[in-house]
T-cell receptor
Framework: NAGVTQTPKFQVLKTGQSMTLQCAQD?????MSWYRQDPGMGLRLIHY???????DQGEVPNGYNVSRSTTEDFPLRLLSAAPSQTSVYFC??????????????FGAGTRLSVL | AQSVTQPDIHITVSEGASLELRCNYS??????LFWYVQSPGQGLQLLLK??????LVQGIKGFEAEFKRSQSSFNLRKPSVHWSDAAEYFC?????????????FGKGTHLIIQP
C-alpha cells in the first residue's frame, strides 16, 4: 500500500525560483491538504481540497498555489521561492471532507531549503 | 477559533519509566482530539483519537489518552517507555461540525529516552 506519496524528499532552491511539490494518494480520498512544519510552530495548514476541482486556503496560504485536477493528485506550487518558505512540507489525505472526524494519513514530507 | 497548547517542548524519560505528555485545548464545545507521533525523518502517524464516549482511549504502541472536559485536557500516557518511543508528539483538535479546514496542531513535544 503506497498511501500518500510525496516527491521530492529534499530540494534546495534559490530565491525567486519556482517549483512544484508533488503529492499523490491511492486511497481514493476526497480530502487532501498541505501543511508546513517549522521548528517550534507545529504544523500549519497551507491549502486544502475537498475534491477534484475544489481548493481553498488554510492558515498560511501566501506564496503558494494549488490545484486538484484529479482525486489522486494535489500539487503545491511555489511561484517565486523566498527564504521564509524554508520548511518541511507534509501532504495529508482523508476519506471525506469531514476532515476533523476522519483520520488523516500523512506523507513522509519534503524538506525544502531556499537560499 | 480552536487552539492547542502542549506546555512541554522537551521531555526526558528513562527507559522503562512511565510517561505523560500534556495537551490542553481551547474550543467552545468538545472537539475531536488526536495524538500523532513523528519519528525522525518520517511523516506523522496517528496514535489515537477521541470523538465521544469513553474518556479513556487506547491507541497503538501501548499508548492511551484521557479526555478531561473539566480541564480541557487530553493527556497522553504510557506505563513503560521504550527507546523506540523517542520521537516528536503532536496533539491536534478538529471541529466537531466536520469542517473542511483540517486540524489544528500543537507545537509538539520532543521526547528523549535515556538508557
Amino acid at each position: 500500500n503506497a498511501g500518500v506519496t510525496q516527491t521530492p524528499k529534499f530540494q534546495v532552491l534559490k530565491t525567486g525560483q519556482s517549483m512544484t511539490l508533488q503529492c499523490a494518494q491511492d486511497m481514493n480520498h476526497e480530502y487532501m491538504s498541505w501543511y508546513r512544519q517549522d521548528p517550534g510552530m507545529g504544523l500549519r495548514l497551507i491549502h486544502y481540497s475537498v475534491g477534484a476541482g475544489i481548493t481553498d486556503q488554510g492558515e498560511v496560504p501566501n506564496g503558494y498555489n494549488v490545484s486538484r485536477s484529479t482525486t489522486e493528485d494535489f500539487p503545491l506550487r511555489l511561484l517565486s521561492a523566498a527564504p521564509s518558505q524554508t520548511s518541511v512540507y507534509f501532504c495529508a489525505s482523508s476519506y471525506s471532507q469531514a476532515a476533523a472526524k476522519n483520520i488523516q494519513y500523512f506523507g513522509a514530507g519534503t524538506r525544502l531549503s531556499v537560499l | 477559533a480552536q487552539s492547542v497548547t502542549q506546555p512541554d517542548i522537551h521531555i526526558t524519560v528513562s527507559e522503562g519509566a512511565s510517561l505523560e505528555l500534556r495537551c490542553n485545548y481551547s474550543y467552545g464545545a468538545t472537539p475531536y482530539l488526536f495524538w500523532y507521533v513523528q519519528s525522525p525523518g518520517q511523516g506523522l502517524q496517528l496514535l489515537l483519537k477521541y470523538f465521544s464516549g469513553d474518556t479513556l482511549v487506547q491507541g497503538i504502541k501501548g499508548f492511551e489518552a484521557e479526555f478531561k472536559r473539566s480541564q480541557s485536557s487530553f493527556n497522553l500516557r504510557k506505563p513503560s517507555v521504550h527507546w523506540s518511543d523517542a520521537a516528536e508528539y503532536f496533539c491536534a483538535v478538529g471541529a466537531p461540525g466536520g469542517g473542511a479546514d483540517g486540524l489544528t496542531f500543537g507545537k509538539g513535544t520532543h521526547l528523549i529516552i535515556q538508557p
